[in-house]
């Protein structure tokens, strides 16, 4: 997928709320999808997954819900924290194939 | 487990010159590997697969003779960028999958931060 624009969204929360982080994405092909986190200078670190046979999994603070419908993937950080602070992508997989399509990504900052 | 490194982090070169980069998966084996480029506040985009024992696959727009991919072993793949030029500069992501599991997750390097002046 193409990346569009300079500047990331940004989400800023306080320490201790829930963050939800939204993202749309584009292929009713795909079958498996993937939350990153990206930290400053950083590659992706895996955090939660989803196959498209399911609409919600959690993890441990993390929640993924998926609404195939509307093409629509959120992920769910309970209990912010400081170290949360970072970039995160979705992914999405196209069917029969190994490769990943990148969302554009949201920044979370975390405040005191 | 499932530890990918790529060497080396930060790289400066002059235009005109190769480098190269190299994507070791590090306590498993990966048959295939992926290639990313990342532009500063940008999402990751994907260039190539790296198939270990054939030619890479390239995405649509992603020269195949200005990045080489070689993925002689099942946990070494290398990516040089040959003659770089400025525009080139980027942060460059591998990404590996565990040829003995089922899954399909991707496993990803720390990144390689190429600067060409």
């Known amino acids: 997928g193409e990346s569009v624009g300079l500047h990331l969204p940004t989400l800023s929360v306080q320490e201790g709320d829930n963050s939800i982080i939204n993202c749309a994405y584009s292929?009713?092909?795909?079958?498996?999808f993937i939350w990153y986190k990206q930290e400053s200078g950083k590659g992706p670190q895996f955090i939660i997954d989803?196959?498209?046979?399911?609409d919600k999994r959690q993890g441990q603070r993390v929640t993924v819900l998926l609404n195939k419908t509307v093409k629509h993937l959120s992920l769910q950080i309970a209990a912010t924290q400081p170290g949360d602070s970072a970039v995160y992508f979705c992914?999405?997989?196209?069917?029969?194939?190994?490769?990943?399509?990148f969302g554009t990504g949201t920044r979370l900052q975390v405040f005191p | 487990g499932a530890v990918v490194s790529q060497h080396p982090s930060r790289v400066i070169c002059k235009s005109g010159t190769s480098v190269k980069i190299e994507c070791r998966s590090l306590?498993?084996?990966?048959?295939?590997m992926f290639w990313y480029r990342q532009f500063p506040k940008q999402s990751l985009m994907l260039m190539a697969t790296?198939?270990?024992?054939?030619?890479?696959?390239?995405e649509q727009g992603v020269e195949k003779d200005k990045f080489l991919i070689n993925h002689a072993s099942l946990t070494l793949s290398t990516l040089t960028v040959t003659s770089a030029h400025p525009e080139d500069s980027s942060f460059y992501i591998c990404?590996?999958?565990?040829?003995?599991?089922?899954?399909?997750?991707?496993?990803f390097g720390p990144g390689t931060r190429l600067t060409v002046l």
């Open positions: 306590d498993f084996q990966a048959t295939t």
């Open positions: 292929n009713s092909a795909s079958d498996y």
């Open positions: 992914a999405e997989n196209i069917q029969a194939t190994d490769k990943l399509i």
């Open positions: 989803i196959r498209s046979n399911m």
């Open positions: 790296s198939n270990e024992g054939s030619k890479a696959t390239y």
């Open positions: 990404s590996a999958i565990d040829s003995g599991k089922r899954t399909d997750t991707q496993y």
